[in-house]
């Protein structure tokens, strides 16, 4: 081990919601040494998506603590409190809020929290004896527990991947620079609410007035977000359990039947997208962009350069045709990798293949990952098991959850209370207490 290296008892890496409440959790256990490593020199959630009004698809109670902990001073309530904006937004109600008011939550956690490094970007995360050593742009480190939260990263059709990417690129990137796209032909890839906002966004004229713009789906219609209370618990803790214990082949079979449960479009944004399209209608002549959504029909190959020629099939007919584009925005969502600074110890990781071209890692039900090396040295992964862990692995709803589970397995004993939650559905947990 390097004797430039900083000790600490458990490095994070990534500063995303993940982290972010595993150190909020942390804080008031003091004989835990914690510290986020962070690449961005500031903290930034899905800042190329911040349309504005759009909103969260769960509820602000499910932020970084007040599930694993109500008193916490790191929740989304406190944050409006000290915002003195708590009675105001108790009046408006809670059970919508912006994404761009949650990212200033998030920014404000991260701010109170002290532990967090910006600006490190890590390079490898190696073993060295009964240690890990993070080796980043700017220092090393030793420690012995290291907690992933890198996020996902976005999915590219492979007819995409090579083409220039200021005019086909993915919808994460849209606001990281100023679009001008006036007399443009615009197409939106993909069903879900980005593709949903996007098209919205488009629409309104955020980019300009577009000579065309189309919006293209597999998806037989464009299908609104299940969002029903008994829908909703299949994002309570002892569902994942149960999930945790199937077969490859069911996961992947639930998964599929679960889609709408994760990327159906908010029923508010449907009604705008339609309200806006009628109103094109009535006023046809102030209107000169055409205007057309294509669904049950799926992108099979790109081909030309600015303007492009997609090749288009109907899924149920099977048949083909082209479309012209000079501007093609893929909402066409995300996957998991293998991060690559990983790489010095990935010959000592259990990978197993998920749906839509994930690689994840191998974890336990503590979300700790299949290791094969010393017992002393310990990776959790954040955000990076939903073939394995379920549907909420990758949303918002379970994150303190996940990291109290977390909590609890590093320091030993249990810090908080992770049993399932009541529920009016039946899920068969056999042998599933979580990590308590």
């Given at each position: 081990?390097?004797?430039?290296?900083?000790?600490?008892?458990?490095?994070?890496?990534?500063?995303?919601?993940?982290?972010?409440?595993?150190?909020?959790?942390?804080?008031?256990?003091?004989?835990?040494?914690?510290?986020?490593?962070?690449?961005?020199?500031?903290?930034?959630?899905?800042?190329?998506?911040?349309?504005?009004?759009?909103?969260?698809?769960?509820?602000?109670?499910?932020?970084?603590?007040?599930?694993?902990?109500?008193?916490?001073?790191?929740?989304?309530?406190?944050?409006?409190?000290?915002?003195?904006?708590?009675?105001?937004?108790?009046?408006?109600?809670?059970?919508?809020?912006?994404?761009?008011?949650?990212?200033?939550?998030?920014?404000?956690?991260?701010?109170?929290?002290?532990?967090?490094?910006?600006?490190?970007?890590?390079?490898?995360?190696?073993?060295?004896?009964?240690?890990?050593?993070?080796?980043?742009?700017?220092?090393?480190?030793?420690?012995?527990?290291?907690?992933?939260?890198?996020?996902?990263?976005?999915?590219?059709?492979?007819?995409?991947?090579?083409?220039?990417?200021?005019?086909?690129?993915?919808?994460?990137?849209?606001?990281?620079?100023?679009?001008?796209?006036?007399?443009?032909?615009?197409?939106?890839?993909?069903?879900?609410?980005?593709?949903?906002?996007?098209?919205?966004?488009?629409?309104?004229?955020?980019?300009?007035?577009?000579?065309?713009?189309?919006?293209?789906?597999?998806?037989?219609?464009?299908?609104?977000?299940?969002?029903?209370?008994?829908?909703?618990?299949?994002?309570?803790?002892?569902?994942?359990?149960?999930?945790?214990?199937?077969?490859?082949?069911?996961?992947?079979?639930?998964?599929?039947?679960?889609?709408?449960?994760?990327?159906?479009?908010?029923?508010?944004?449907?009604?705008?997208?339609?309200?806006?399209?009628?109103?094109?209608?009535?006023?046809?002549?102030?209107?000169?962009?055409?205007?057309?959504?294509?669904?049950?029909?799926?992108?099979?190959?790109?081909?030309?350069?600015?303007?492009?020629?997609?090749?288009?099939?109907?899924?149920?007919?099977?048949?083909?045709?082209?479309?012209?584009?000079?501007?093609?925005?893929?909402?066409?969502?995300?996957?998991?990798?293998?991060?690559?600074?990983?790489e010095p110890i990935a010959s000592r990781l259990t990978v197993v293949s998920a749906p839509g071209g994930s690689?994840?890692?191998?974890?336990?039900?503590?979300?700790?990952?299949?290791?094969?090396?010393?017992?002393?040295?310990?990776?959790?992964?954040?955000?990076?098991?939903?073939?394995?862990?379920?549907?909420?692995?990758?949303?918002?709803?379970?994150?303190?959850?996940?990291?109290?589970?977390?909590?609890?397995?590093?320091?030993?004993?249990?810090?908080?209370?992770?049993?399932?939650?009541?529920?009016?559905?039946?899920?068969?947990?056999?042998?599933?207490?979580?990590?308590?």
């Amino acid at each position: 081990m390097s004797k430039d290296s900083d000790c600490c008892d458990v490095i994070a890496i990534g500063a995303g919601p993940a982290n972010l409440s595993l150190a909020a959790l942390a804080a008031p256990i003091p004989e835990m040494s914690l510290h986020i490593l962070e690449r961005s020199e500031t903290l930034q959630w899905h800042p190329g998506l911040l349309i504005g009004g759009a909103v969260m698809q769960t509820s602000p109670l499910k932020d970084l603590v007040t599930p694993a902990d109500p008193t916490s001073a790191y929740s989304f309530l406190a944050y409006l409190h000290d915002q003195r904006r708590l009675y105001q937004a108790i009046v408006r109600g809670l059970e919508r809020v912006c994404r761009s008011e949650f990212e200033d939550y998030l920014r404000w956690a991260a701010k109170k929290l002290t532990n967090i490094r910006f600006g490190e970007h890590v390079i490898a995360l190696e073993l060295r004896g009964n240690s890990f050593e993070v080796i980043t742009s700017r220092r090393r480190y030793q420690t012995s527990t290291a907690v992933l939260g890198v996020g996902r990263v976005p999915s590219i059709p492979d007819w995409g991947r090579n083409a220039p990417p200021n005019e086909v690129f993915h919808a994460s990137t849209l606001l990281l620079q100023r679009r001008e796209l006036s007399r443009k032909r615009v197409v939106v890839v993909g069903g879900g609410q980005s593709g949903a906002e996007i098209f919205l966004h488009l629409l309104s004229g955020a980019c300009g007035a577009l000579e065309a713009l189309t919006w293209v789906t597999r998806r037989a219609n464009i299908f609104a977000l299940e969002d029903s209370p008994f829908v909703n618990e299949w994002f309570f803790p002892q569902y994942g359990g149960w999930f945790f214990g199937q077969s490859d082949s069911t996961r992947t079979q639930i998964l599929e039947r679960q889609s709408l449960a994760s990327d159906g479009v908010n029923s508010s944004t449907l009604r705008a997208i339609y309200s806006a399209l009628y109103d094109r209608e009535v006023h046809k002549r102030a209107y000169p962009t055409h205007v057309e959504i294509r669904v049950d029909t799926s992108v099979e190959d790109l081909r030309g350069l600015s303007p492009f020629r997609l090749g288009l099939r109907q899924r149920t007919t099977g048949d083909c045709s082209e479309h012209i584009a000079d501007i093609v925005v893929l909402a066409t969502g995300y996957r998991t990798e293998i991060p690559a600074f990983l790489e010095p110890i990935a010959s000592r990781l259990t990978v197993v293949s998920a749906p839509g071209g994930s690689q994840e890692i191998v974890v336990e039900p503590d979300f700790s990952a299949r290791f094969d090396g010393p017992e002393e040295c310990r990776l959790y992964v954040q955000n990076g098991a939903r073939f394995q862990h379920g549907i909420a692995d990758t949303n918002l709803s379970l994150v303190p959850w996940r990291a109290s589970t977390i909590l609890n397995s590093i320091i030993g004993h249990v810090v908080y209370d992770c049993r399932p939650a009541t529920g009016v559905v039946k899920w068969s947990s056999v042998g599933f207490e979580g990590s308590c």
